[in-house]
Nanobody, 119 residues
């Protein structure tokens, strides 16, 4: 099982980006998918998470500006980021808790995608 994230880049403050992350491999169930981010010199923090029942949770700094959604048929989660601010700059990591077809449930991390918001 692998998580394949994309969609990062450079954007001006006030702009938008959409980050997709697809889970690939022999998967039985995906219980939770989400995004975390890490800014330079700071700890990794929760951005948003969505469960298999479509329950969502957001970090305080992004609530109202970011929206997480998932396409279960494609095993893909999307993070729509609007009204971006320079403090949203960082490496965004996709995260998921997955039961593999032949492996026990465990947490997976994607490779990270860089988001840079210029002022």
């Amino acid at each position: 099982v692998q998580l394949q994230a994309s969609g990062g880049g450079l954007v001006q403050a006030g702009g938008s980006l959409r980050l997709p992350c697809a889970a690939a491999g022999r998967i039985s169930s995906i219980f939770r998918m989400g995004w975390y981010r890490q800014a330079p010199g700071k700890q990794r923090e929760l951005v948003a998470v969505i469960t298999s029942l479509d329950s969502t949770n957001y970090g305080d700094s992004v609530r109202g500006r970011f929206t997480i959604s998932r396409d279960n048929a494609k095993n893909t989660v999307y993070l729509q980021m609007n009204t971006l601010k320079p403090e949203d700059t960082g490496v965004y990591y996709c995260n998921a808790f997955i039961l593999g077809a032949t492996t026990p449930s465990r947490e997976y991390w994607g490779q990270g995608t860089l988001v840079t918001v210029s002022s």
